[in-house]
């Protein structure tokens, strides 16, 4: 195919990096740390514990920490007076695939300074775990259990962390990692058995059960079918 006539779903058909492939990251040149004040104060005052740095479009600063110090550098970031990251708006997760360490994400704003910050963790495949950030954003709750839930990633600390949008006890993994087959690690054969076979009790708590009361039969009313009328014989029917 030539290059005229690539698209970018092209990379679908050729699947996922190689092992040793170029790396996704392109790190900003040191200067550029001085553009962001909480870029800046970062590098001087947790040194080796920021892994890199880099500007998306946008002028998106990103920086990536040591996932140990994880929770020590946010919860800086959000009580130093001068940077008060006040707001978590999103907690994500990003899997490469090619065996490369899943990303945490970290979408912080701060409504004092105005000011925008990305921080990612790298976990390596055999080490996905990481301190939770609801002592610091109680809004955090449920964003960690769908990272849970969707690229197995454990948050220590977290006080209810279980599935929140497969099923409690989906057994085929996790969704959005890139290891996870296009149509499940299961046959079709074994998926539509356990479909056919599933438990009410899978999707809904006691609780529910109660508060809906006995299952109730539903009856319809008589269909009144007559019989439609003769409309006599047409012109050239014989």
């Known amino acids: 195919m030539s290059d005229e006539s690539r698209s970018g779903l092209d990379a679908v058909d050729e699947g996922v990096l190689v092992e040793g492939a170029a790396s996704p990251y392109n790190e900003a040149p040191p200067e550029a740390r001085n553009d962001h004040a909480s870029v800046a104060a970062l590098y001087q005052r947790f040194g ?38 006040d707001m978590c708006s999103d907690v994500t997760a990003v899997d490469y695939g090619a065996g490369r360490p899943v990303n945490v994400v970290y979408q912080l704003f701060s ?101 809906g009361g006995a299952v109730q039969e539903v009856r319809l009313p008589p269909v009144n079918v007559t019989a439609a009328p003769d409309r006599g014989t047409t012109a050239g029917e014989s």
């Open 48 to 85: 080796g514990a920021v892994v890199r740095h880099q500007v998306n479009a946008g002028g998106q600063h990103v920086v990536f920490v040591d996932p140990s110090r994880s929770l020590e550098i946010l919860t800086w970031l959000r009580d130093d007076a001068e940077h008060r990251y």
């Open 111 to 211: 409504t004092t300074h105005k000011r925008a910050l990305r921080v990612r963790c790298e976990l390596p495949l055999d080490a996905l775990e990481i301190d939770s950030v609801m002592p610091l954003w109680k809004g955090v709750d449920w964003l960690e259990r769908e990272v849970f839930d969707l690229f197995g990633i454990t948050f220590r600390g977290h006080p209810d962390l279980r599935r929140i949008l497969m099923p409690h006890d989906y057994a085929e993994g996790y969704p959005l990692r890139k290891d996870f087959p296009l149509r499940g690690r299961f046959s079709r054969e074994e998926q539509t058995r356990r479909a056919l076979n599933q438990d009410p009790e899978r999707f809904y708590i006691p609780e529910e059960f109660e508060v």
